[in-house]
Nanobody, 121 residues
Framework: QVQLVESGGGLVQAGESLRLSCVAS????????MGWFRQAPGKQREWVAF???????TFADSVKGRFTISRDNAKNSVFLEMNSLNPEDTAVYYC???????????????WGQGTQVTVSS
């Protein structure tokens, strides 16, 4: 069974930083694109950032210049460094992974359970 487990969420004040981590476990042959999404109360889930298995990164305009995404392929992990946080960043953050499992001929999408990030003004 494949699991993506996030950690690192919490309560911070505006202007502060947080680092989210996500580890994928299970019979994983290869991790392809990984990333982060978020969902604020009363809003739809939105994309935050992606990183390919070769390290190419893309970011939503709302976080560009403030957030950094990185990964450790050897540990099937992805990280989100969030700086200059503001109350509009408050949301549940979900880890995403396009994973190629052992014995499978294709990759599938997997999600973590989410970690809460709350930014107070």
């Amino acid at each position: 069974q494949v699991q993506l487990v996030e950690s690192g969420g919490g309560l911070v004040q505006a202007g502060e930083s947080l680092r989210l981590s996500c580890v994928a476990s299970g019979q994983i042959f290869r991790t392809n694109k990984m990333g982060w999404f978020r969902q604020a109360p009363g809003k739809q889930r939105e994309w935050v950032a992606f990183i390919t298995n070769t390290g190419t990164t893309t970011f939503a305009d709302s976080v560009k210049g403030r957030f950094t995404i990185s990964r450790d392929n050897a540990k099937n992990s992805v990280f989100l460094e969030m700086n200059s946080l503001n109350p509009e960043d408050t949301a549940v953050y979900y880890c995403y992974g396009s994973l190629w499992l052992v014995g499978k001929g294709w990759s599938s999408d997997y999600w973590g359970q989410g970690t809460q990030v709350t930014v107070s003004s």
